[in-house]
């Protein structure tokens, strides 16, 4: 969903990112306040005042959706769900989690501390406004106050329309789950809507458009139209993907071509005869009599002996302990394979047994065309269109 993001700073303990189309709306939103809508509201202000009133509006604006996702972000932590990350994008921001909530009261509760923070903000600074008015504060303050108002009521408005993936589709879908129990099916209308929604802001667009040639507005209720069709149907997508991984077992999946490397093999050997003709960026060495992983080796880890020596060390000289992370247990289904393989970012896990025993390996390759193949012959695929 975002082009390039990186990470600005941690807030109680969770990663905050920027995707760069926020950028661009930072800046477009600073003018836009600085020069239409302060102007707008108070016609005798110093054109300083109005830049700072424009740069104040903007941050309060960045602050007011941190809330809101950071309130979604501390009821999802209290269920246990662990947090991705809260990104900052063109149409505001999203608070990533890792897994879906695991029932509806969660996802109820989650989704419900969003708008609810925003409706705190909203009443408190409305409240900040009447007492500006009442006190005779400066004006510059009283249109921050009033912007700030506004805006976070606009929030909860805009974030309780029950489409699909809005805070009010959620709330939607959590409500049908657990009136039938059933998520796909509950899913499934709560994108139809979000889609549909999406559908009628692209109608809106292009109707602004043409009989009333409002071409900003009608280019961002055009982006916005867009990103919620794309959103919801890829919601949809996600969620049945998960229920197709979910309980498959790993096992028919493993490969068991010899990955493993021996541990006596020689570091001169195993750089002619495995890393110059299959690189790869991990390989397990194993102990051939107990079959258990002495370690793991990755090209780095060369370097660390002059290639001199290589031909009179083995394997086991500068294998380093196998981060548990990248091994999975034989028993686990495919959807922790596909996430731990996610997390990791790895698109290879070592499969173990039990006792530890090496067993072989599994890619991504495998897990995507088992997939293509299941996702093939089930009719009830179809993405809800509208
Ligand atoms: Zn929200």
Redesign the pocket.
């Known amino acids: 969903m975002f082009a390039k993001r990186i990470t600005i700073f941690r807030l109680l303990g969770f990663p905050i990112q920027v995707d760069l189309s926020w950028v661009f709306l930072v800046f477009l939103l600073g003018w836009s306040l600085s020069r239409g809508l302060f102007p707008n509201w108070y016609e005798q202000l110093a054109a300083d005042t109005y830049t700072w009133m424009g740069i104040l509006g903007t941050l309060g604006f960045v602050s007011s959706i941190l809330l809101?996702?950071l309130a979604?972000a501390v009821v999802a932590r209290s269920y246990g769900l662990s947090i991705r990350s809260i990104t900052l994008f063109i149409f505001g921001g999203v608070a990533e989690l890792e897994d879906e909530p695991p029932h509806a009261r969660a996802e109820l509760w989650v989704?419900a501390a969003?708008?609810f923070a925003s409706l705190l903000l909203a009443g408190t600074f409305y409240g900040l406004y009447l007492l500006s008015v009442q006190q005779l504060w400066p004006e510059s303050a009283e249109g921050l106050f009033r912007y700030l108002a506004w805006l976070n009521g606009l929030l909860v408005v805009f974030?309780l329309i029950p489409a699909f993936p809005l805070?009010g589709g959620r709330i939607l879908r959590a409500i049908l789950w657990a009136w039938r129990k059933d998520l796909t099916w509950a899913t499934r209308i709560a994108a139809s809507i979000g889609s549909a929604f999406g559908s009628l802001m692209i109608g809106l667009a292009i109707v602004q458009l043409i009989f009333y040639k409002q071409m900003v507005q009608a280019f961002w209720w055009f982006l916005i139209g867009v990103f919620m069709r794309n959103a919801s149907q890829s919601a949809f997508h996600r969620m049945r993907l998960r229920e197709i991984l979910r309980g498959e077992p790993i096992r028919p999946f493993v490969s068991l071509e010899d990955d493993a490397l021996p541990s006596y093999l020689s570091i001169q050997q195993f750089v002619e005869e495995h890393l110059e003709k299959e690189p790869h960026s991990l390989y397990p060495v194993l102990d051939v009599n107990s079959n258990q992983l002495v370690g793991c080796v990755r090209v780095n880890d060369l370097y660390e002996m002059p290639p001199h020596e290589w031909p009179h060390n083995t394997l086991r000289a500068i294998a380093k302990p196998c981060a548990p992370e990248l091994t999975i247990d034989i028993e686990s289904d495919a959807l922790q394979a596909v996430t731990q393989m996610n997390q990791q970012q790895s698109s290879r896990l070592m499969v173990l047994d039990q006792q530890s025993h090496y067993i072989g390996m599994i890619t991504m390759q495998d897990l995507i065309r088992f997939l293509t193949k299941k996702m093939g012959f089930d009719e009830q695929e179809e993405p809800p269109m509208f």
């Open positions: 809101h996702e979604h989704t969003g708008p974030n805070d």
